[in-house]
Every structure is written in structure tokens, then in C-alpha cells.
């Protein structure tokens, strides 16, 4: 219909109907022209030829009862009565000549209406008389006639229906003209119409048009389609706005939000509250009770967070276990965390789950920002720090952004991006605790421990830069970087003359799930020239669970290479018997958690009790963590564990001092301190 | 002229008053009233003359006849006859002629006024005849016809033309003797009958033919015209005509007149016969160009006065016939003196009438013949010749 594309002309433009129409009347007119004149010419034609027979009849008609009146008058030789008749003959104007021959072919009479120089056609009767004696042919009457007038006759008979014709075509022409106006362009203008004013600003246009025929049909139709566009883009609209499952405003939806926050809010000293909601271990609910009842519970818990807020406040839902709460007036922050509180009570009530209670828990980060602050659109961010101050710090609570923890989250920001810098300029340092026989005071083993010397914050704790090493995807780089300071380290000892000491390094969880690290080791120890058995690997419980079928595989691959698997932390997490059956392990090392109250805790030391008969059962070597008195290392003894870890005997030092202290063998008790953090250097996540 | 006239006139009516007291065996007759409604036109010959032989008869046989004349139109006709029939002293007898039919409603008047009536010349005929049957038996009154033998006039014309013909051998070159007939018209009784003479002549002449039967309304110019037209086409045609047989004097002049025309010689190459004894066809018989003229039967009207005579004086004619034939006669150059004088003046106070009357005993014989005619003449007046 758009024949030149431009959506651009204006809606009343008649060229879409214009082109129809003409179509219409170039299909439909030669073809209406041609048929009438084709049709009247052989209806003409026809009729002519009819005519003519008609005449040649006619004439022949006249020539027999003009025989007949001549025939008595012929036979009597009353030629002037013969004349007479034939005289007669002559009104028909038709009829050129006619001649009456007796039975000797003499001309009895002859009548010539007028000289003619056109063929003429001839017809000719005989004469016949009879009385009741006689029947005799008296002679022959000859009529010559002419169709000159039927010519003529048919000619302008033509000519009339040209004419009528062509009149007859224009007045259907402009009819066709006047009625496809009506009955199609009309119409169809009016549709056009209401197509270019919705284009203009999306929104539906009914198209006026009454009539009841098809083109009102097809107007209602279009009409009906246009509700139904405009309906479908309306939802789709929503839907880009809206999440699907609770019905709240998405992310994008957040964006928009925020930029008309200010301009919505009633003066630029009016505070918001922004609350950046954190379900805590959705993952879990999922993984128990399944996907739909994971819905079902994000779908309760965005029901619990409308029915809370007021008319004016903004809940939305960002994705997975995220929800957004804005309130666009509080009057101080205090009325905030009050408000903030209000939302995690109300998400903490118990929830029913496939028959069983759940009891749903969030972290809530809240940002309060004055609605003329320029940094509005930052608020999301500003609040997610304090979310992740709160996740990591005290899940199920509401973190309030301060100075504090914007600053913390500038640090980590700092130093994740400092992380490339600190591998390439090797800022960070292995340290080394060492393992003790707690009967005879030899070190056996060595911990390998990381440590990062960051030229501007100073000696960083693996606690709070590890994490960071494990967002940024650096874990692998650091546990290389480790295995290469450990063999160099071996290298050394065997060198200083102590090459039975072993040194454990921490694997943490996507080591163990990747099957190349078993190859690599070995290809480290061999470029060192040490052995693998003086490798020892450590691992926590969390790792095996994660992955159990690709790290009992990793963990094989391992020890065949004759390195020792320790399991790292015991007793902590899920401290499984099984685990330690199922996995090939060769040491349990007990988390200090359970030495710190030895002896005086006889809870502790009865788990520490049994920790150690189920590892002497088992085969297993235990090491115990954390030992810094001299009663937990007699406790220990006493309980059958041999081999200790601790700043009793060694805090971690770097691998020159703890040469050192090999050196001055038989000085076994001399302590070295290290100025290092005074929490126990841990690596697991 | 008129002197001739004067002078015939005065002698016929010496002699008319003289006759009856000369006969006057009869003298104890009555005198008779006759009206005679003439349907001809003052000046036609022949009605002229039935009339006046009507009159010249009343005259000799004391019989009082009033001539009313139609003019040749038939509702004059009716009107004078049914005039006659209503009248307060009718006519003792009503003599009509029924042309056209025309005097059939005057006849069935005359019968209800109890008026005698006889038809002269032309009688019922058609589905007329048909209805009203013979004279006296539906019509009471209708005593009778007085009518003339025109058949045998006609074929008597023919074989006279055959006779001369063969005796010239004007034989054609097919070996027949090729004749023209040329008649009044195709309808009255009058006409049919001498055409059928023609063809009764020429069918017992099996070396003659008839080419054509024309009709020329009894006129000369007419029969001049298609005698001229025959002529030429029998000229195209091969064929020698050797007579042309006209219905009555007039034509027969009409064809004397195109065979002169056509460089013909009539009397010589070509015999020409007419029927009226007319005048002038005596005069072309005397030239010799005219074979003969037939006829004679404008004596009709003298005859019915006769018949009416003896009727009235108990001698009915019927006892004969009701109808009345009464044969013509021709006129050739043998004869033509006798009669030409009597034509020409038309003096038929000469005829004797009374001779004609049937004999006592014989009623219904009269002997009408032109030979009886003749000798009845008494000589013209001396004067008159």
C-alpha cells in the first residue's frame, strides 16, 4: 500500500487509495470498452446481416406478390397496369430498379427510381398466370435493389454505439472513480490515518469507518488487531520492566527509578532510604525442596515485602535472591534501619515448604542519600557494600553504610585491582609454621602459608586478601606460586642436610576439581629435582563435598605420585566419618577450635579423644592445629596425638629464618615470632 | 337531317296510329301500363335502343311504356324501381334488368305489391337464382326472362373468323390459325357467355388457337391498346395472327384501329368481328374491314312487350318457357343493306310488332329471327331513304 515507503507523508494523503483505484480502473475499463464495442459491433454486425437477409427476403416477398398482382394484367397485355404496379414498387427506397419481361423477354415495363453506381443485387421471379383453363408463365418481374441504405443505416448505427459506448465507459469510469473513493480509498485513508498517528507515539488509533462491508469489517478487524498490538506491546513493555515470577519491578526498571528519583522527591534535602535485600542460602532452599518451590518462596517472600511497605515506597526485584526496597522520605537514618529491621522481621516468618518450615533469612545492606545528592544514581553500589559487609560480617542483619565500610570497600577495591601488580612484582610471600613431634621436639613437616607485602597497605592477611584472590579467578596463579616456593623451599632443606622434612601445601576447592594439577606437580618436582612424597596437600572438607567424584579422582592421582593428603580444619564443617573412609587420606589435622580449651574442656578433649582412636582405627595420621601452651601439647601427647602445629612451637616465618632455626639444631625450643597478623593464618575459603 | 327526321317521325306516327286500327283483331285488348327501369346511361347505344324499340313496340301493341333511367347507377336503380312498386296506381307490368343484382331487391318488392315483373337481358343469377328458384314459384309475380343466346352470337363470330381465316390460310407457322379474344370484363353474364361462344368454337377447331382472352372493358381505347400489345408481341413471338374476335363493336374498332396501326391490313391480312350492330361497325363492314358485327339484341325490348302483350291477353308465353332465348343474328356485308337504314335511323316504328305475336294456340313460339325481322320491315319512308 505504501508504495513510496516514506511512513512520512501525511496521514490524509489519498495515494494509497489513488493507486488502488487506478489499478482498478485501468484492470476493469479498456476491458468494460473493448467487450461493450465488441459486443454492440457483433450485435450490430449480426443484426446487419440479419437486415440483409431480412431485405433480400423482403425484396423477394415484393418481387412474388408483385408477380402475382402482375401476372393477370401481364397475361392480358394491360402493360399499363403492369407499369402501374411496378410503379408502386418503387416507394420502397430500397429498390433501384424494377423490369417486367413477358414470355418472350421483350420489356413490358421498366421503372428506374434513380442511376446508381453501387453494386446492386438482383432478384427475379417468374410471371405466373392461371385461370381454371390455363396455367402459363406470363413473363418475369426483375427487381434491383441496393443496400446502401442498410449501409448507411449500419454505419451510423455504429458510430451511435461508439459513441454511447464511450459514454457509457466514462460514466462507469467516473462512477468506479466516485465509488472506489468512497467505498475503498476512504477507508483505507482512514486506516492509513490512524496507522501514521500510532506510529507517531505508539499508541492505538481506532480507524474511523462506519460502513458494514468488508473494508468496515476489515477496519474493525484492524482495529481489534490495533487494541491487541497495543495491549501485547503494553505487557511487553511491563515485562522488560517487571520480572515475570513476582510481578515487581526489575533491574532496568531500578535504573529508571533512580533517575527520577530526585526529581520525584519533594525537596533535595529529602533522605532515601535504599535497601538492597539478600536472601541468605537461597541456593540451599533450591537445592532442597527444588526450582518451583524456590519460586514459590521468591514469590512469598516479594508478597511480604509489598504488603510492608507504604503506598509511596518502591519494592523491586533485581534477579535470583535480590530485592530492592526504596523509600523516597525518611526522617533520619535511625528511621531507616528501623524501616530496614521491619523488612527482615517480616521476611523472617516461617514459611511452608513442600509441608515443612522454612524459616527464610536476609542480609540487608541500606544506604541513605539525600535526594540532592549528584551520586544518586549510586546508591545500588553504595548499598551493596554494605550488603557484603553484612553477608560476610553478620548474615541476617541490616548493615547501615557508614564512612567505615566504604572505606573497606575501597581497600578491597584497591586491592583487587592491586592483585595482577602483587603476582608480577612478588609482593606476595610464602611463610612457613612447621609441624613438631610433640614427643621429641624434631620439626617433620613444614605448613606453607601466603603472606602479601603490599607496598602501600603493608603485610596483608591471607583472610582478607584470598577472597579477593578467589573472585578475581586467581587461585590457580597463587596455589603455582606456592608449589614453586615449596620445592625451591625443599631444595633448600635438602641442601641444609634435612631432607626428610616435608611441606604441606593449602589446595583449595578449584585445584582439587582440576585434573591437570596432579600433571603439574609432578612436572614441578621434576624441574626441582625433588620428590613428590615431600609434598604434602592439604584440603578441607567443603572442596571434597563440592565435587566429590573429580576430587577423590584428583586426590588418587596424587598420592600416587606419593604426595600426602591431609584434610585440613577437621571437625568444623561437616566432619565426616565417612569422608575420611571414602577419601584417600593419609592425615586429619583437628582445627584449633577443639585444642584451644584442652585441657580444660573435657568436651573437647573427649571429641579430640575420639577423633583420635577413629584415626588410629583408620590408619590415619593426626596433627593437632593451635597448639600454644605447653599443657595442650601434654594433652595432646596424652591422647595419642603425636604431632603438633602451633606458635608454641614456631610462629610462620620466612624459609631463611626457618633454616635457621634448623641450624641451631638441639636449640628446638628457641621461638622465633614473626610480624605477622596475629590471627591463624588459614588457607580456605 | 332534322328534316329527314321530321319527316320520319311524322310517317311512324301516321303509321303507329294507323296500325292498330290495321289490327284490330286485337283491339279489345286493353291498353297496358309497362314501366321499364333502363339501367343504362342516356346515350348508351344499346340501352338506348331496347328502349326505344320497348316504346316503338308499346306504340303497335297499345301498351303505355314509361322508361325511367338509372344512369348506370344501381341505387338509382333500387330507388326508381321500389318508387314504381310503391306507387298508388301501379304499372300493370315491370320490366328490370338485373345488372349487378341489383334489381333483386326491386323484384321482391314487386312481388309483395303484387306488381307482374319480367327480366330482361339479365336474369337472377348465383345464389339468387339458388334462393328464388324458377319465375312463379317464390316470386308469383316474376313471370318471367327475355334474354339473348350470346353463346352461340360468340362462337358464331369465331367461326366466321376460322372460316375466313382458312380460306386465306393465314395459317401460322406452328400450321394453326392463331386468334385474339377480346372481352368486355370476366363477370356479367352478358360477357361470359359470348367468351364462352369463342372457346366453344375454337375447341371444336383443333387447327385454331386462342392466344389470349383480353379484357378491355368493352371500350375501344382500351382494345385498341391490348390489341396493339398482342400484335406486337405475337410479332416477337413468330406468329402470324389471323383474327382478333372483339365482345362488342367498340373494341372491335379499338382493334381495327392497332392493326392499322401495326401496318396491318384489316379485311386483307387480318379479319377483325365485333357484336352490337353498331354504326359504325356497319360502316367498317361496308369498307370491308370488318368481317361482321353479331347481334340485334337491342330488339329485347320490343320482344318483351310482346311477351307481355300475349301474356295480358291470356296467351302466356310460359306455356314455352318462362325463360325467354332469344338468338342474334349477324350482319355482313350480304345482309347489311337491309337492316343498316333501320339502325341508322333507328326507325323501329317500321318493325311490325304484332307479327311477332305467338299464333293462337302456339303461345310461347315467336320467331324473333333477323330474316323474319327483315321481311316484317315495312319500307322506309321515301323521304328517309
Not at chain 1, 430498379?97 to 428506374?112: K, L, S
Not at chain 1, 620466612?654 to 636449640?667: C, F, I, M, Q, S
Not at chain 2, 383480353?214 to 406468329?239: C, D, H, M, P
Request: aromatic fraction near 6%; hydrophobic fraction near 45%; glycine fraction near 8%.
Amino acid at each position: 500500500m505504501m508504495r513510496h515507503g516514506d511512513g512520512m507523508n501525511g496521514p490524509t494523503k489519498p495515494a494509497p487509495s489513488r493507486s488502488v483505484v487506478r489499478a482498478m480502473i485501468w484492470a476493469t475499463v479498456p476491458v468494460l470498452l473493448l467487450v461493450q464495442l465488441l459486443a454492440s459491433a457483433g450485435v450490430e454486425v449480426s443484426s446487419f446481416w440479419s437486415q440483409i437477409r431480412q431485405l433480400d427476403a423482403r425484396i423477394a416477398r415484393v418481387a412474388e406478390s408483385r408477380a402475382e398482382l402482375i401476372a393477370e394484367p401481364l397475361w392480358k397485355m394491360r402493360y399499363d397496369q403492369v407499369t402501374g404496379v411496378l410503379n408502386e414498387v418503387m416507394h420502397d427506397e430500397t429498390i433501384v430498379a424494377a423490369a417486367v419481361y413477358d414470355d418472350t423477354g421483350a420489356v413490358i415495363a421498366r421503372v428506374v427510381a434513380r442511376p446508381s453506381v453501387q453494386a446492386l443485387t438482383e432478384v427475379s421471379r417468374p410471371v405466373a398466370y392461371s385461370n381454371g383453363n390455363i396455367a402459363v408463365q406470363a413473363g418475369r418481374i426483375v427487381i434491383a435493389y441496393s443496400y446502401a441504405t442498410l449501409y448507411a443505416d449500419t454505419g451510423s448505427r455504429l458510430g451511435l454505439l461508439l459513441v454511447v459506448g464511450l459514454l457509457g465507459t466514462l460514466a462507469t469510469m467516473i462512477a468506479m472513480r466516485i465509488s472506489a473513493n468512497i467505498f475503498i480509498g476512504r477507508p483505507l485513508a482512514a486506516m492509513m490515518s490512524a496507522i501514521q498517528r500510532s506510529k507517531q507515539d505508539g499508541r492505538a488509533y481506532p480507524a474511523d469507518v462506519k460502513s458494514s462491508n468488508e473494508f468496515g469489517q476489515l477496519a474493525s478487524a484492524f482495529n481489534a488487531m490495533q487494541h491487541t498490538t497495543s495491549g501485547a506491546l503494553d505487557r511487553l513493555g511491563h515485562m522488560a520492566s517487571h520480572d515475570p515470577l513476582t510481578g515487581l519491578p526489575n533491574r532496568r526498571s531500578l535504573s529508571e527509578r533512580l533517575v527520577t528519583l530526585s526529581r520525584d522527591a519533594g525537596s533535595p534535602d529529602a533522605l532515601i532510604a535504599f535497601c538492597f535485600i539478600d536472601l541468605d542460602d537461597f541456593k540451599g532452599v533450591n537445592d532442597t525442596f527444588g526450582h518451583d518451590a524456590g519460586d514459590k518462596f521468591l514469590v512469598h517472600i516479594s508478597e511480604r515485602l509489598r504488603g510492608m511497605v507504604e503506598w509511596e515506597d518502591w519494592v523491586a526485584r533485581l534477579g535470583g535472591d535480590e530485592f530492592v526496597v526504596i523509600r523516597p522520605e525518611v526522617s533520619n537514618e535511625a528511621a531507616a534501619q528501623v524501616f530496614a529491621r521491619q523488612l527482615l522481621e517480616a521476611i523472617s516468618a516461617p514459611i511452608l515448604l513442600h509441608d515443612k518450615q522454612v524459616v527464610p533469612r536476609a542480609s540487608i545492606g541500606l544506604a541513605v542519600r539525600r535526594a540532592g545528592d549528584p551520586e544518586l544514581s549510586h546508591l545500588p553500589a553504595l548499598a551493596d557494600i554494605a550488603l557484603y559487609h553484612a553477608k560476610s560480617k553478620a548474615p541476617g542483619t541490616v548493615a547501615v553504610l557508614d564512612e567505615a565500610l566504604q572505606r573497606d570497600y575501597r581497600r578491597r577495591r584497591d586491592l583487587e585491582l592491586a592483585i595482577p601488580a602483587g603476582f608480577s612484582e612478588r609482593q606476595f610471600e610464602v611463610w612457613y609454621q612447621s609441624q613438631v613431634d610433640m614427643m621429641t621436639q624434631d620439626v617433620i613437616g613444614l605448613e606453607a602459608l601466603i603472606r602479601w607485602r603490599h607496598p602501600e597497605h603493608g603485610v596483608i592477611s591471607p583472610g582478607e586478601f584470598l577472597p579477593l584472590i578467589e573472585r578475581s579467578g586467581n587461585n590457580a596463579r597463587l596455589t603455582r606460586y606456592v608449589l614453586t616456593d615449596a620445592c625451591r623451599a625443599l631444595q633448600q632443606l635438602a641442601t641444609a642436610g634435612r631432607p626428610q622434612i616435608r611441606i604441606a601445601i593449602n589446595l583449595p576447592p578449584s585445584e582439587l576439581a582440576d585434573h591437570s594439577f596432579a600433571a603439574e606437580l609432578r612436572e614441578t618436582c621434576e624441574r626441582f629435582g625433588i620428590a613428590a612424597s615431600s609434598l604434602e596437600l592439604e584440603i578441607t572438607e567443603g572442596s571434597l563435598i563440592n565435587n566429590i567424584a573429580s576430587a577423590s579422582d584428583t586426590l588418587r592421582r596424587l598420592r600416587r605420585l606419593g604426595a600426602t593428603i591431609a584434610l585440613d580444619d577437621f571437625g568444623t564443617g561437616y566432619s565426616s566419618l565417612a569422608h575420611l573412609r571414602r577419601f584417600p587420606l593419609d592425615k586429619v589435622k583437628i582445627d584449633k577450635a577443639f585444642i584451644h580449651e584442652i585441657p580444660d574442656s573435657a568436651e573437647d578433649k573427649a571429641i579430640v579423644g575420639v577423633i583420635a582412636s577413629l584415626a588410629g582405627t583408620l590408619g590415619l595420621t593426626l596433627v593437632a592445629e593451635g597448639i600454644e601452651r605447653a599443657e595442650q601439647a601434654r594433652a595432646m601427647r596424652e591422647m595419642g596425638v603425636r604431632l603438633g602445629q602451633g606458635f608454641l612451637y614456631h610462629r610462620p616465618q620466612p624459609l631463611d629464618a626457618v633454616l635457621r632455626g634448623l641450624a641451631e639444631a638441639g636449640a628446638g625450643e628457641e621461638r622465633v615470632l614473626a610480624d605477622s597478623p596475629s590471627i591463624a593464618p588459614e588457607f580456605a575459603a | 337531317m332534322m328534316a329527314v327526321l321530321r319527316i320520319l317521325l311524322a310517317v311512324g306516327m301516321a303509321f303507329g296510329v294507323l296500325a292498330p286500327a290495321g289490327r284490330v283483331i286485337a283491339a279489345d285488348a286493353k291498353p297496358l301500363n309497362i314501366v321499364f327501369v333502363n339501367p343504362g346511361k342516356t346515350g348508351e347505344v344499346y340501352w338506348d335502343m331496347v328502349a326505344q324499340t320497348m316504346q316503338a313496340a308499346g306504340r303497335k301493341l297499345n301498351a303505355n311504356v314509361e322508361v325511367l333511367t338509372s344512369e348506370r347507377n344501381y341505387r338509382t336503380m333500387q330507388e326508381l324501381g321500389l318508387g314504381v312498386v310503391a306507387r298508388p296506381d301501379k304499372p300493370d307490368f315491370l320490366i328490370l334488368s338485373n345488372e349487378e343484382s341489383a334489381a333483386v331487391p326491386i323484384l321482391e318488392a314487386a312481388e309483395a305489391a303484387g306488381v307482374k315483373t319480367l327480366l330482361l337481358s339479365n336474369t337472377l343469377i348465383g345464389e339468387d337464382a339458388v334462393r328464388l328458384g324458377p319465375p312463379r314459384r317464390t316470386l308469383k309475380n316474376w313471370l318471367g326472362d327475355i334474354t339473348t343466346d350470346l353463346t352461340t352470337a360468340g362462337a358464331r363470330m369465331a367461326n366466321a373468323l376460322i372460316g375466313a381465316a382458312r380460306n386465306e390460310k393465314w395459317q401460322s407457322p406452328d400450321g394453326k390459325i392463331h386468334l385474339l379474344g377480346i372481352g368486355g370484363d370476366e363477370i356479367t353474364p352478358a360477357s361470359i357467355a359470348r367468351n364462352a361462344g369463342l372457346q366453344l368454337a375454337v375447341a371444336a377447331a383443333p387447327d385454331v388457337v386462342v392466344d389470349r382472352m383480353l379484357f378491355a372493358n368493352w371500350t375501344q381505347s382500351e382494345a385498341e391498346q391490348v390489341a396493339a400489345n398482342y400484335l406486337s408481341w405475337a410479332q416477337r413471338k413468330g406468329i402470324r395472327p389471323a383474327g382478333i374476335w372483339a365482345g362488342n363493336d367498340p373494341m372491335a374498332l379499338g382493334a381495327l384501329k392497332a392493326v392499322a396501326a401495326a401496318g396491318i391490313t384489316p379485311g386483307e391480312s387480318i379479319q377483325v368481328v365485333g357484336l352490337n350492330w353498331s354504326e359504325d361497325a356497319l360502316r367498317e363492314i361496308k369498307a370491308g374491314r370488318l368481317l361482321l358485327t353479331d347481334g340485334g339484341h337491342f330488339l329485347l325490348g320490343g320482344w318483351s312487350i310482346v311477351l307481355l302483350r300475349d301474356y295480358a291477353d291470356g296467351c302466356d308465353f310460359a306455356a314455352g318457357s318462362p325463360h325467354v332465348e332469344v338468338k342474334t343474328s349477324a350482319i355482313t356485308r350480304d345482309n347489311l343493306g337491309s337492316v343498316a337504314g333501320l339502325i341508322k335511323s333507328r326507325a323501329f316504328d317500321r318493325i311490325d310488332f304484332a307479327r311477332f305475336r305467338a299464333k293462337p294456340g302456339r303461345c310461347g313460339q315467336h320467331d324473333f329471327s333477323v330474316d323474319t325481322l327483315i321481311s316484317s320491315l315495312s319500307p322506309p319512308s321515301s323521304a328517309g331513304e
